[in-house]
């Protein structure tokens, strides 16, 4: 699981090869220490100002490219899995395990024709993608599986086999029940799966954090303090997720146990509670 826990800067005036100068920063990371993080942020400065001496263009990290840089809150240890909690950059906490399989799926909304089909007693959108998650579960190499709604979509929780999430089986189960391409991309990536346990602040008529981890000075901390506690007020009385059905004969595997009963304490995913 690619969760680094160290994070650093490392600035620099560059220059290019017409002569032009700029800011530039670039970051570095590293699990093992903070001083690692800040030799990886240099050496990355090092390859970056060479490359725009060059002519080339800086380099860019979209969604999914490179290590998410989220602070990681809490260890979940079991006997044969490994997960931690983190925090995102729009504050919600995010479930990250190494091999227990959630898979995200989203549901656009259906326009003209077929949103009038769906008004006139035909089968409505969300019965057509539960409908094909369920078929899609339904060929899978595992045999027990959790279904969640969220506030835009699904969630799929797998209980009787862990999965690697760089493997091309599991690649085809997330695509087979729909699962966000992006999502896909990004669990490949870090090599691990994400579920959201807390609310997106903006459901909950909250704002987003006022500043971005790693927060090393006493003022970010402060203000990021006084975001927290006015979040985890806002989030009260909502859920993340709402458990539908349990689908299939398998058994949980003791792997799995610890991690769907954070899951479902955390998104609050058995309470009758609006989505957020």
């Not at 800086?58 to 997960?83: C, F, H, K, M, N």
């Not at 807390?198 to 003022?219: H, I, V």
């Amino acid at each position: 699981m690619d969760i680094p826990r160290f994070w650093a800067q490392a600035r620099s005036a560059a220059r290019t090869r017409a002569g032009g100068s700029f800011p530039l920063l670039v970051w570095g990371w590293s699990s093992k220490s903070a001083d690692d993080a800040r030799d990886s942020a240099q050496s990355r400065l090092r390859r970056v100002e060479a490359r725009l001496e060059a002519g080339e263009t800086p380099e860019s990290y979209p969604y999914g490219v490179r290590p998410i840089r989220e602070e990681v809150t809490q260890d979940l240890e079991s006997t044969d899995s490994r997960a931690v909690i983190t925090r995102n950059t729009y504050g919600a906490l995010i479930l990250n395990s190494a091999q227990t399989m959630f898979i995200d799926v989203d549901m656009p909304e259906k326009r003209g024709i077929a949103r009038l089909g769906a008004i006139f007693g035909r089968r409505s959108r969300e019965d057509e993608v539960l409908n094909h998650i369920r078929a899609g579960l339904g060929a899978a190499p595992a045999r027990k599986f959790r279904i969640y709604r969220t506030a835009g979509g699904f969630r799929v929780l797998a209980l009787d086999r862990e999965f690697d999430p760089t493997a091309s089986d599991t690649e085809a189960l997330m695509k087979a029940v729909g699962g966000d391409p992006q999502y896909i991309q990004l669990c490949k990536v870090q090599k691990s799966f994400r579920a959201r346990l807390t609310p997106k602040p903006w459901r909950c008529g909250c704002s987003t954090p006022p500043s971005a981890f790693p927060r090393e000075d006493t003022e970010a901390l402060s203000t990021f303090a006084a975001w927290l506690q006015g979040y985890e007020a806002a989030c009260a009385g909502k859920a993340t997720c709402r458990f539908i059905e349990e689908i299939g004969t398998g058994e949980v595997v003791s792997a799995v146990r610890s991690i769907l009963e954070c899951h479902d304490r955390l998104t609050r995913a058995l309470e009758p509670l609006p989505l957020a």
